[in-house]
């Protein structure tokens, strides 16, 4: 008995071998280290949030010190009277970065669809190199403190740096199909760990001659990736005249080989119904719009459930430095090379997460259970003895089912998402979704940031890991549709192969 044909299980990467050129892996590659710089400057922020909040508030408090004149000359980077409210404002600027970056990939996906994503990529990491530096050393050597330039700075700061996510993504589907789509992006979706990982050792090597000088060396850093990816990136295998993504598939091995990672047969026929249709007026592939991107079956859903979650993984990423040194004592340098492991366990995560759902054909699932032993995991790690191989040891599982999803969400799903069969004659659709689930994902990471800060002053560091296990809950019930109509699948298709037998 014959299988149909988008439930025969084809090989995960049949497809990627047989067209992968040197031209994929150098495009691997870019994307990798470019969003990985981009990352690693926002990584130094958290890593040296201990030091800022000391050069920001009065080191000690002795009645038999001399008082040093003029006043306002020595005292003037003391902004705040403790370190209670410095943390607080620390904690607003995060929000800010978050609301302004989720502001910005809405817009930079749109903008991604309809322009050179070489050039806005480019644009945003030497753009947003300088702000680092104007906030982070220019400051500090000019001995200029002013609380409103911080925030000013930190706005346009986010808006660049919302550039970088939905072009590398949009690139690497450009280059990379559906076969294996699970595993490579799963790899691929580590930059950003390799990024928070380079952060923090770049951050932990400098930080001993000041906070500034980690600021200049990350966004020097980003600055010459930015310059290297506007004169090397391809964006599209069409520019160096390869065919594009489908061109040369022979019958449906590349249609059938993820079909059921988005959508099932028996809502085929309403499907069409609802089809993103853009008219045949020229040959040249056309963006949708962004409510047309919203309507597309499974994109609300992951956006939701990537705002829970990614205000859980960002809260470790903005604040896992300082809760380490604030709560056991530790020294910040120490913090900060211990925090490498919980994006250790995220890439693993993301890499054997990826691989299952390549082999199972589904993402909801594999989703699912991970998240269900990240609640087990954070509840262990709010219990984590003062023992730094323990802790790291807990941190790195952790991250294995917290980091892993996140990864997945970001790039593999939003990349399935974006190459939908139901967008038909608009393939320039890539980035605008992209945007969408990471812009809704950094609006709930950007008020999980303040939530955070105000809940470690209210109620304490345990309530903020009660809070994580919340979000966590909560991202599961928001893709339990897909998980139940995935399962579902799973169980026709076993069916089908017995009575095959």
Partial sequence: MALP???????????LVSHCTHHHIVVFLLTFF????????????????????????????????????????????????????????????????????????FVSGIVGDRLNLRWVLSFGMCSSALVVFFF??????????????????????????????????????????KAG???????????????NILGAFLASCVLKYGYEYAFLVTASVQFAGGIIVFFGLLTSPKE?????????????????????????DDADDDDRNCSVQVADTDDQPKAIGFFQACCLPGVVLYSLAYACLKLVNYSFFFWL???????????????DQLSIWYDVGGIIGGT????????????????AISLLFAVGSLFGYSRSPNSKPINAVIMAITGFFIGGPSNMISSAISADLGRQDLVKGSSEALATVTGIVDGTGSIGAAVGQYLVSLIKENLGWMWVFYFFILMTTSTILFISPLIVREIKLLLRERRLRMLAE
Wanted: glycine share 10%.
């Fill in 5 to 15: 044909g988008s439930l025969r299980r084809q090989p995960a990467n049949r497809g």
């Fill in 34 to 105: 470019s969003y990985s710089l981009l990352h690693a400057s926002r990584k130094t922020f958290s890593n040296v949030k201990v030091s800022i909040s000391s050069q920001w508030t009065p080191s000690c408090l002795n009645s038999t010190a001399p008082e040093l004149r003029p006043y306002e000359l020595w005292n003037s980077s003391h902004l705040f009277p403790d370190a209670e409210e410095a943390t607080l404002f620390l904690g607003t600027l995060d929000t800010i970065f978050l609301f302004s970056y989720a502001v910005g990939l």
């Fill in 136 to 177: 982070g050393t220019l400051t500090q050597w000019l001995h200029f403190y002013n609380k409103w330039f911080y925030c000013c700075l930190w706005v346009v700061n986010g808006l660049l740096q919302s550039t970088g996510w939905p072009c590398v993504v949009a690139v690497m589907g450009n280059w990379f199909g």
């Fill in 181 to 195: 789509r699970g595993f490579v992006f799963g790899l691929w979706s580590a930059c950003a760990s390799v990024g």
């Fill in 240 to 264: 160096v005249g390869l065919p594009e993504l489908g061109a040369d598939e022979d019958g449906s091995v590349e249609e059938d080989a993820n079909r059921p990672l988005m959508g099932s």
């Fill in 321 to 335: 430095p300082f809760y380490l040194s604030n709560n056991f004592g530790w020294k910040e340098a120490e913090a």
């Fill in 352 to 367: 054997i997460q990826g691989l299952i759902s390549d082999v199972l054909q589904k993402r909801a699932p594999v989703l």
